[in-house]
């Protein structure tokens, strides 16, 4: 039972574009979203996050939008920078419950 | 500030020996996260800690896995005898409890099973 999809396993953006990165659930019962980034042998850091009560919140390059009606949110980053490069994580939680259910990530690349 | 902390980086064991992995969350947190992470079934919390308590295993697979947290400042993950099968890569994270709800990830550490 999935509960978190990121049905792109990878992503290759140009340098300057923008990327956007997409992630579906099923569970009504999340109500606060992170996103986290990692790259290769290192553990994932968190990047921005969202609770329910918004549709959209940014952080910089970093936008990350929610449309709760259909289970969706995605990660915007713009202008894609080749440190960008790495393979991120959407993990929905339920606030107090602590969990977060993980996403199976999306190997984004910038090229130059 | 020191993040999480866990050792070994890497491990590499034969089949039928104990594993124990170790973890140092970030001072002033709380809660601990053991998370194990393979390609085929991603990123799976296998149990957290508040406070020193053991809140749910429900992620721990079977009983030749268990884990322990006897201060704020360590936990361990031991696998005994290990498996192949139990090769991945081994994730500890830590946050507060109460404010927020961020995890922090150490490095994690690499353990391969022969």
């Known amino acids: 039972d999935q509960q978190v999809k990121q049905n792109s396993p990878s992503l290759s953006v140009q340098e300057g574009r923008i990327s956007i990165l997409n992630c579906d659930y099923t569970n009504s019962m999340f109500d606060y979203f992170l996103w986290y980034k990692k790259y290769p042998a290192e553990g994932p850091t968190f990047l921005i996050s969202i609770s329910s009560i918004k549709d959209k919140n940014e952080d910089g390059r970093f936008t990350v939008f929610l449309n709760k009606s259909a289970k969706h949110l995605s990660l915007h980053i713009v202008p894609s920078q080749p440190g960008d490069s790495a393979v991120y994580f959407c993990?929905?939680?339920?606030?107090?419950?602590?969990?977060?259910?993980f996403g199976q990530g999306t190997r984004l690349t910038i090229n130059p | 500030d020191a993040g999480v902390i866990q050792s070994p980086r890497h491990e590499v064991t034969e089949m039928g020996q104990e594993v124990t992995l170790r973890c140092k969350p970030i001072s002033g947190h709380n809660s601990l996260f053991w998370y194990r992470q393979t390609m085929m079934r991603g990123l799976e919390l296998l149990i957290y800690?508040?406070?020193?308590?053991?809140?749910?295993d429900s992620g721990m697979p079977e009983d030749r896995f268990s884990a322990k947290m006897p201060n704020a400042s360590f936990s361990t993950l031991k696998i005994q005898p290990s498996e192949p099968r139990d090769s991945a890569v081994y994730f500890c994270?830590?946050?507060?409890?109460?404010?927020?709800?961020?995890?922090?990830f150490g490095p994690g550490t690499r353990l391969l099973v022969l």
């Open positions: 994270a830590s946050s507060r409890r109460q404010g927020g709800e961020t995890q922090y």
């Open positions: 993990a929905p939680g339920i606030q107090g419950a602590q969990k977060l259910v």
């Open positions: 800690f508040n406070n020193n308590v053991p809140i749910d």
